[in-house]
C-alpha cells in the first residue's frame, strides 16, 4: 500500500471495510493526477496534523498557509468532482464514525433535541 493510504488508516483508531475502501478510492484517484512527491507531502500533512481536512471547506487563509506541495494537491481535489468527492466522503464516513477531531470540517453530526406539540 502506498505512503498516503497508510497516513490515512493511521487517522483512526478502527477501521471497517467501508472506511478501507474510501481510503484506496481516495488514494487512487489522486496517485493518478499528483505526482509521487505530492502524494509524500499530502502523507506527511495528514500524519502531521492527525486530520483530513474538506479543501473546499477551508478558508482561502488556511489554503494559503498549506506547503506550496499541499496547496498543488488542494488545488487537484477542487479541479476534479470525482476527487473532491471522494475526499468528502472520507471525512464524512469518519465523521459518522465519531471521529470529529481527526475529520473536523463537517463539525459533530448531533443533533437538538426536537420539542413535539401535543
Known amino acids: 500500500m502506498s505512503d498516503l493510504y497508510d497516513a490515512l488508516v493511521s487517522l483512526a483508531p478502527a477501521h471497517d471495510q467501508e472506511m478501507l475502501d474510501g481510503y484506496r478510492r481516495y488514494g487512487s ?12 507531502a499530502y502523507a506527511a500533512y495528514i500524519q502531521q496534523t492527525g486530520e483530513i481536512r474538506i479543501f473546499e471547506e477551508m478558508s482561502t487563509d488556511e489554503r494559503t498557509a498549506l506547503s506550496p506541495a499541499v496547496q498543488a494537491v488542494a488545488t487537484a481535489v477542487l479541479a476534479d468532482d470525482n476527487i473532491s468527492m471522494e475526499n468528502r466522503r472520507v471525512v464524512a464516513l469518519l465523521n459518522q464514525r465519531g471521529q470529529h477531531t481527526i475529520a473536523p470540517d463537517l463539525g459533530s453530526e448531533e443533533t437538538p433535541e426536537r420539542v413535539f406539540a401535543g
Do not use: A, F, R, S
Open 29 to 40: 484517484l489522486l496517485e493518478n493526477v499528483l505526482t509521487p512527491e505530492q502524494i509524500d
